[in-house]
């Protein structure tokens, strides 16, 4: 064999075992045409391999130390360590502590407990976990009242989402990672559909923690309240919180939380705020006084929903039972008459003994 075709055989051999060792390593498929919009060619009889997949996902480690927060519609997430510290039985962290019903609470429990107040209007917001983690860190006790406190034209759902229920689960990741005993919350007979652009008809009088808010139950007509749908979801977080052994809540239900009662008669007309509510009323004093009480009061269930209203209603000049057959027809009463509370007040007298007069 001359010389050039010895090297002709040589170079026809290297090609064949190169296209062989391709077709290996692309699982058998055949040589894969270069040119484009050409698929590749399969030889005969031979079925293209199935692909394989995991038997099981990956588990992902969840985020303990992060910073989450929204930027300009963006979820942000900044990972920062933090250094727990020893948890002091008498250290309380306030959120909100500047507002309505946070100040005077914080004035009731200052003389028994150590407050760490924490509240927007000193620039500690509650999308930011890194700085709530920071301030809370060390504390036995959280009262959490920040966020967008009552339905307002001013705000969408979103902006109700953005801050009481992303800011309420900020709250709660960061009470977990420090191990606090007992979230307090303020919630809000909201929920139950108190809105002024719709209308909720109970399905008994007086209305109990175990009664069905309005998204659910479909009592509800007209537009329901971004804010009492906030509520409504900052209750479902802390409740899936509690009942995963996190730590243990006592959400306490307010009823619109006015300084003093108000008529509800002007110029002879129901005030629809007033009637909407059933009349009902939460002095802020009450409030703080509840607070204190279910800070310490024995709770055997991780999570507890207790209404916290004035025992009587605020109302002059009307004749409630005839009220309440006019415009709720068919609503049972439960042992209830005039001028008894619309919104049941006994768990709050079983679990925080919260109406006795021998305290004030």
Known sequence: MKPEELEYVIKL??????????NKSEGKLGKVSKRRGVAPVIPQNKPAPRPIYPKTFPKFEPVTNSNIRLEEGRIIMVDRDIQT???????????????HLGKPTTELLGDTYDIV??????????????????????????????????PNSRYDFPDYF???????????????????????????????GWDTEGR????????DEAHIPASVSGHYTGKLSGYGMSKFLCEQILAWYATNGKFQVVCLRLAPALTNGLDSMKDGKYLPDRNKTFWTNTLPTTCAKAVKKALTAEINSPFEIINVVEKEIVVTGVDIEK??????????????????????TKKAEKLLNLYDESEE
């Open 13 to 22: 051999n290297r090609k064949k075992k190169e296209e062989q060792l391709a």
């Open 162 to 192: 953005t801050q009481n229920v992303i800011g309420t689960l900020n709250v709660c990741k960061a009470a977990e990672l420090l191990k606090v005993k007992r979230v307090v919350y303020l919630s809000s007979g909201g929920l139950l």
């Open 323 to 344: 009220y309440l057959k006019e415009q709720w027809e068919g609503v049972e009463l439960r042992d209830w008459k005039a001028p008894m509370s619309l919104m049941d």
């Open 200 to 207: 909720f008809t109970p399905d008994y009088f007086p209305i």
């Open 85 to 99: 510290q020893p948890i002091k039985e008498d250290r309380v962290m306030v959120t909100g502590h500047l507002g």
């Open 117 to 150: 107040g924490y509240d927007i209007k000193e620039h500690n917001d509650l999308l930011n976990l890194s700085n709530l983690v920071y301030k809370m860190n060390g504390c036995a006790f959280v009262v959490h009242c920040a966020g967008i406190p009552h």
